[in-house]
Each structure stands twice: as C-alpha cells, then as structure tokens.
C-alpha cells in the first residue's frame, strides 16, 4: 500500500513540474477614478510591484502560473470615483507548509510583475505566502500599507519622496526576511512593525519630510534599524534579560526611556516603542 501511495505521490508531482506554463496579462485602464485601493493576497512564487510611466493606466500586469492552483483572480469595480482592486491566486494556500527547497523550484513558475499608476493617490494590503516579493514603491502616490508576509523574503524600497502623506505603514513578518530602504523617503506618520521569527532589516535613509511615530515588536526574531544621523530617535524600550537591545549612540533620559545624542540637533524625530521578547533589536548610524 505504501508503495503504491509514493507511486501516486511520483505521478503527480512529474505531471505539476511538466505542465506548460500559462500566462496572462490584466490591464485596468484609468476612467477619472479619485483614489485606489488595492488588495493582493498571493500564496507561492515572486511578486514584483512598481511604478506604471503610462498614465492611461491604473495596472498594467504580466502573470505567470504553473498550476490552475495559482491561477490569478483579479477584480476590479469603482465606488464613489474610488477605484478597489483585489488581486489573488486562485487557491492562496495559507495552510499549507512547503519547504524552502520545494518553494525554490515553484517561485521560478509562479510570477507577478505589477505595475501600478503613479497618477493618483493609492493604498495597499499585501499578503504574501512564501516566495520571494520585490516591491519598489518609488513614485507611487502611497497613502497607507499593510504587508504581511509568510515564509516570503521581501525587499521594499523608496528611492524618492512619496508625494502623499503615508497615514499608516504595517509590517508583519513570519519565518522570512523583510529589508526595507528608503523609509525616510516614505513620508511616514505612523509604523508599526512585527517581527515574528525572520529577520528585519529598516533603513531609514532619505530625506525625512515630517516627524514619525511608531511601535516594532519582536519575539524569537532579529531588528536591524539603520538611521541617518540627522535623525535623532526618541526610545521607550521594554525588554527581559533573554532578549538583546543594543542601542549605541544613546543617553538614557527618563525610566526606559532613551535619546539619541543627537536630539537637540536634529530637524526631524523619529518616537519609538520597542518591545523584544526573546530577540533583538540593533541599532546603527549612518554617517
């Protein structure tokens, strides 16, 4: 019976490696919409977000699939002169537990590459399975965004000033990797960051715009935040004996409480709550 059961196992697996990829396009031209939301629940493969230069458009897209699993559903209606756009795979199998070495093969197969306008002011909720995610978010009009990430090795950047005022950024991250760059870029007036068991690395290079209030909250996982030193930071830490904060470049000023040595200096602040349970939060200095 065993025998007979890995037999079938065989079969099926050799039938999903040698399928024809399929590929499609989803193309959502602009009608005078106001704003955007835009909601993208992706279970397995590499997502890769940026900039739209056409402006007759809201997306432009390339999809690629292996498997009918993955097949991409997209849905798009207009409320009020406000565009809501829903992205998913047709099966997001949250669920469901793939190794790293089987994820490698089926993130060559499944891929979005998104393109996104730049012409009016957007939101976006990611969730992403496992894989890998590259989101460039350079010139997009980004009022709020919440990703959440799996298994999935992300990659955010900024590489110029978000024009719009970014109300809120959520990052929530599992087994995998975020970096983000550019933070200072992003035009952030709130952040809250969870980092469960991955790593995250925050650079908030970039010529800040405002100051930026915000939490990150870490368990069995590791922080990295490099900050430029024209940024002075303001933080309320609380940690156990298990978890490491190094927070070089700091005076402590008030019960858990600490500045940086540039905080009467500094155009722009940053307020931080840190909160590590058996983790750590490191932080490093621009020069």
């Known amino acids: 019976m065993r025998r007979k059961v890995t037999l079938v196992l065989i079969l099926l697996v050799s ?74 795979t047709k099966k997001f199998a949250k669920d469901e537990v793939y190794s790293r070495d089987k994820s490698r093969h089926y993130t060559d197969k499944n891929t ?48 110029v000033a978000n024009q719009e005022n970014l109300r809120t950024m959520n990052i929530s991250t599992g087994l995998g990797s975020v970096e983000i760059r550019g933070l200072g870029y992003a035009n952030m007036e709130r952040f809250d960051i969870e980092c469960g068991l991955g790593a995250t690395s925050l650079y908030f290079d970039g010529k800040a715009q405002q100051d930026a209030r915000g939490k990150v909250r870490v368990g069995l996982g590791s922080v990295k935040i490099i900050m430029p030193d024209d940024v002075a930071v303001e933080v309320r830490a609380e940690s ?19 500045r940086s040595g540039n905080w009467r200096s500094a155009k722009r602040k940053i307020y931080m709550e840190i909160e590590v349970g058996l983790g750590s939060v490191d932080f490093q200095w621009l020069d």
């Open 112 to 159: 979005w590459d998104l393109e996104f306008t730049t012409k009016i002011p957007s939101t976006y909720e990611i969730d992403l399975g496992l894989g890998e995610g590259l989101l460039n978010f350079s010139n997009i009009r980004l009022q709020d965004l919440r990703l959440q990430c799996g298994l999935s090795d992300v990659k955010m950047n900024f590489n």
């Open 240 to 258: 156990s004996f298990l978890s490491s904060l190094d927070l070089r470049g700091f005076d402590r000023v008030g019960e858990k409480i600490y």
């Open 15 to 88: 039938i999903v490696l040698g399928e024809e990829l399929k590929h499609e396009r989803h193309d959502i031209p602009y009608k005078g919409e106001h704003e955007l939301d835009v909601s993208i629940a992706f279970g397995l493969g590499r997502l890769n977000i940026k900039n739209c230069t056409d402006e007759n458009f809201l997306l432009r897209s390339e999809m690629i699939y292996s498997h009918e699993y993955y097949r991409p559903n997209v849905v798009y209606k207009v409320l009020a002169n406000r565009g809501r756009l829903r992205l998913e």
